[in-house]
């Protein structure tokens, strides 16, 4: 028997070009449009020379005449934007880890051990994470100093998570409700351990969500300045965000080419982490909004 939506479905050939155009490819192509123009004006100034950047009654600020690699090996060679990236990638990764695994931990508890007051636990959690950083990090350097853990990545490692484990709690939280109680039911009858039952079923039913977790916390981690900037000092110890404002920053003079491609690299590995991961992210983000 054919349905209303199958005639629909078959009959959309029918639909003229342009109201297509307009309700489908226009609307796209601005979107697209406006989320990879900054890409494209970050590699437009990454190979464009000075002369070319600043005249801009002479050379089209749009386009490249005479592509330079000046500003790449500036930002290579004469700064030391390649310890910044291994001190990014260091914390970044260590800080989405144990992200990771306390909110895991957490998330488990308040959703599948069905204690009194869990979601209003679940509730405090996520309210921790609307507390903005510029008050944290006051309190949070205190103890920076107290523990002697200031200008070194563990400063970051051990302060990231104050920020990252809230909502990376919260995310999991949903995803791990979609998740029926009768499969833990049965493992029990069977005699698993709550260990096992989160490691042999839950987890792995849960990958989505994990990797959409882990994504966001690695995202957050990478781009994040306030707590780099306030608990880092030397050059060699600071991660792209922070080093490539303080040090390619010198009083007014701004080094744009240099900036352009520090930003544009440093977008790479999150470009790359998204691509990889996209169908997850979509669907895991769908499972932490049911209820």
């Not at 920020?163 to 979609?178: D, E, K, N």
Request: proline residues 6%; aromatic residues 18%.
């Amino acid at each position: 028997m054919t349905t209303v939506d199958d005639q629909s479905v078959g009959m959309s050939y029918l639909e003229s070009f342009p109201r297509k155009f307009l309700r489908v490819y226009l609307p796209l192509g601005l979107i697209v449009f406006f989320l990879l123009f900054p890409f494209y004006w970050m590699a437009v100034a990454t190979f464009k020379p000075d002369a070319e950047m600043y005249d801009y009654e002479k050379y089209n600020p749009f386009w490249i005449v005479h592509p330079t690699l000046e500003h790449i090996n500036k930002l290579f060679f004469e700064t030391d934007y390649p310890l910044w990236m291994w001190n990014t990638v260091i914390v970044s990764v260590s800080s989405t880890f144990i992200s990771l695994f306390a909110s895991v931990c957490a998330a488990y508890a308040i959703e599948r051990l069905r204690y009194k007051g869990s979601r209003y636990v679940g509730l405090a959690i996520f309210l921790g994470y609307l507390v903005p950083p510029s008050i944290l990090f006051i309190p949070l350097a205190a103890i920076v100093f107290q523990l002697g853990l200031f200008d070194g990545n563990l400063a970051l490692i051990l302060t990231y998570p104050t920020f990252l484990i809230p909502f990376c709690t919260w995310l999991l939280m949903g995803y791990f409700r979609t998740i029926p109680y009768e499969l833990e039911e049965c493992a029990l009858i069977d005699g698993a351990t709550r260990l096992q039952i989160l490691t042999k079923i839950t987890l792995p039913l849960s990958l989505p969500g994990l990797i959409s977790a882990g994504i966001f916390a690695f995202t957050l981690s990478w781009n994040e300045f306030i707590y780099a900037l306030t608990f880092i000092s030397s050059s060699e110890n600071k991660t792209i965000p922070v080093g490539a404002i303080t040090e390619l920053v010198n009083g007014d003079v701004y080094h744009w080419g240099a900036l352009m491609a520090a930003a544009l690299t440093g977008s790479v590995p999150v470009v790359i982490l998204y691509s990889f991961f996209v169908e997850y992210y979509v669907s895991a983000m769908t499972g932490a909004v049911k209820e």
